[in-house]
Every structure is written in structure tokens, then in C-alpha cells.
């Protein structure tokens, strides 16, 4: 069982930065490749980045990339989203996922709103 918590989201300016984080309960998150969602309001939940278990591959959406920066500290068991120059659009809750196999957990989201 993995429990994840996501933080850092909230309210920024277009052209602002935020960081969010995902940390993650249990003691075999090392094992898990971790993402980053996106769900904006009235639309579809969306991957915006992706990294592997050990951090050696990454992936992000075509919206995202040159802005965002996906991380993570499996000592501090937590994935981290550098998120730069804001745009109105990136507006949406974001969630964090675990994936190993056929075990697959979810964060309960953070909002983040991009709005002048």
C-alpha cells in the first residue's frame, strides 16, 4: 500500500513558478515509476510528465515541455513538478501517481490556478 500527498500548489500569476510535491508513505517507493496529472476544469485528467523508478527516463507531454521539470528523491520518497512560466491553461488540479505493475495509487490532488 502506498499513500500519496500532494502540496505546493495555489494561486500564481502567468509567467509565475510553482514546485509541487508528492510524497509518498511505505518503504518501497524506490520501486515505483511516479507521474504528474492534470485534470483542468470540465476536461479529461491528462499526463503531463512521467519519470522512472531510478529517475533515468522522463517524459513529458508536448504542452509542458521546456517549462516543467519532473524529479524525485528516493531517499525522501517524493516526486517533485518544477513548474516555470506559468500559462492560464496549465489551470487545473494536479495529481501525482504510483505505478508498479498492476499496483497503481493516486494522490487526492492540489489545485493550481495560473490567473492575472
Known amino acids: 500500500q502506498v499513500q500519496l500527498v500532494e502540496s505546493g500548489g495555489g494561486l500564481v500569476q502567468p509567467g509565475g513558478s510553482l514546485r509541487l510535491s508528492c510524497a509518498a508513505s511505505g518503504r518501497t517507493f524506490s520501486r515505483y515509476a511516479m507521474g504528474w496529472f492534470r485534470q483542468p476544469p470540465g476536461k479529461e485528467r491528462e499526463l503531463v510528465a512521467s519519470i522512472t523508478w531510478n529517475g533515468g527516463n522522463t517524459y513529458y507531454a508536448d504542452s509542458v515541455k521546456g517549462r516543467f521539470t519532473i524529479s524525485r528523491d528516493n531517499a525522501k520518497n517524493t516526486v517533485y513538478l518544477q513548474m516555470n512560466s506559468l500559462k492560464p491553461e496549465d489551470t487545473a488540479v494536479y495529481y501525482c501517481?504510483?505505478?508498479?505493475?498492476?499496483?497503481?495509487?493516486w494522490g487526492q490532488g492540489t489545485q493550481v490556478t495560473v490567473s492575472s
Open positions: 501517481k504510483a505505478r508498479n505493475g498492476d499496483y497503481v495509487y
